[in-house]
């Protein structure tokens, strides 16, 4: 957390609006779950990024210089002004269009989806007075979720998990909320994906109190969201990790092991999401800023919980995903004692049988001393021979199956 003094700047100043008590609405978590699915059965390749995605600005640029990347989609602008009695929602075009809408009686939610175009994202930092590092972390993605508090203003940036618009798997989303007095702006990345599809249908239906609320209690339901989303990944993780369990077991292949490897890597993923989030909401519970109401502190605190849940599941599936590659070890090592006991069984039954075959390949010449080989004149010497033999396998084969040494050789079967 850090405190800055921003820079003057008109903002629309209005009073608390509305809020529901009630949880907010989970986002999708069948598309969540399926997405989640994906990541962990595609192949090692497909769509491989960076063990560690990051952004960083050139050595010796100046601050509030956006670094706006070559695949940011065009911002679109989403408002809605809601008070206990009104509402509107629209599509703007300019931020200055809510100038007129900063009444006492209302809170004004800009939504900015897209973070491409720059002549709108600097229009919002002139309307709503930011400061310039605002705007340059809001636009510098991925950022570590963190919290700044300024004058009159409070900066958030936090990561959302989401089904990836292109392709499979979960990917994230930064999220970032300017809070003011009476009003919030909010900066998403993927225009065409409302994260926030929920608590808008809870302000258009008016139920709850969430109409009656201000702008933080609306930060907060927002908030809630993003750190709900991380629930239903974890669902499918966790369900994915025993369909693994049993697999070890029963039979390890190659592919289990990438399986586990992807595993581990989603999870240390969702890890670094959600672990700084909770600095994040621990500095807006405990921070004495005027902007947040002890009514919404409290809810902050059940978001925090939430957070502590989250964490607590994923070290709990990191550590069953390690205990997996244990797991997986030790079966193939199991795997090759069984097939070397099988290759020592059947060495220790030919032995005796290679040895009688070599004394008898020797060709002595029996005319030369009656010593020599006098079976090999044997009418019956050859299938007395074999028979011997016969009768030596076979009595080897009973010792090695009365010790149990053919007991787990179904085991190695493929």
Same mark, same amino acid.
């Given at each position: ?178 809070? %003011?007095?009476?009003? $919030? ?8 994906? +409302? /994260? =926030?599809? @929920? #608590?808008?249908?809870? &302000? ?9 609320? %201000?702008?933080?209690? $609306? ?8 750190? +709900? /989303? =991380?629930? @239903? #990944?974890?669902?499918? &993780? ?177």
């Amino acid at each position: 957390m850090s405190r800055r003094t921003p820079n003057p700047g008109g903002y629309p100043s209005s009073s608390p609006g509305q809020a529901n008590q009630a949880r907010v609405e989970r986002v999708d978590a069948e598309a969540l779950k399926a997405a989640a699915f994906n990541t962990l059965n595609a192949s090692p390749r497909e769509g491989r990024k960076k063990l560690i995605d990051f952004n960083y600005s050139t050595p010796g640029t100046l601050p509030g210089t956006l670094n706006i990347p070559d695949d940011a989609l065009p911002t679109e602008l989403h408002l809605m002004d809601y008070g206990p009695d009104t509402l509107r929602t629209a599509t703007i075009d300019h931020p200055v269009e809510c100038e007129a809408l900063g009444k006492p009686e209302t809170v004004t939610w800009l939504d900015a989806r897209g973070l491409g175009s720059e002549d709108i994202l600097r229009q919002i930092s002139q309307t709503f007075g930011l400061h310039p590092l605002i705007l340059e972390d809001i636009v510098n993605v991925p950022h570590r979720p963190k919290i700044d508090f300024y004058d009159d203003k409070i900066l958030i940036i936090m990561q959302m998990v989401q089904p990836k618009r292109t392709g499979s798997g979960v990917g994230s989303e930064q999220v970032s909320f300017v809070m %003011g007095n009476g009003f $919030l702006v909010t900066f998403q990345e993927e225009p065409n994906w +409302d /994260s =926030f599809n @929920p #608590v808008r249908d809870r &302000i258009r239906r008016g139920t709850g109190t969430i109409r009656t609320q %201000g702008a933080d209690y $609306l930060a907060y339901a927002l908030m809630d969201t993003i750190v +709900d /989303s =991380f629930f @239903p #990944v974890l669902e499918v &993780i966790g369900e994915t990790l025993e369909d693994l369990e049993e697999e070890v077991v029963a039979n390890p292949t190659n592919a289990t092991i990438k399986k586990i490897h992807r595993m581990r890597r989603a999870l240390m993923k969702l890890r670094r999401y959600i672990w700084p989030q909770r600095s994040v909401i621990n500095g807006l519970i405990r921070d004495s800023d005027d902007l947040i109401s002890q009514e919404v502190r409290v809810y902050l605190q059940d978001v925090y919980d939430h957070i502590v849940q989250v964490v607590d599941i994923i070290e709990n599936y990191r550590e069953i995903a390690s205990s997996l590659m244990d797991v997986y070890l030790s079966s193939i090592n199991n795997r090759m004692n069984e097939v070397m006991k099988l290759l020592t069984v059947i060495s220790s039954i030919f032995i005796p049988l290679t040895f009688i075959a070599g004394v008898y390949g020797m060709n002595f010449d029996t005319e030369k001393s009656p010593l020599n080989m006098p079976e090999l004149g044997w009418y019956w010497g050859y299938i007395i021979c074999l028979s011997v033999m016969a009768v030596i396998a076979v009595l080897q084969i009973y010792f090695f199956w009365k010790r149990g040494w053919f007991d787990n050789f179904s085991t190695t079967r493929r």
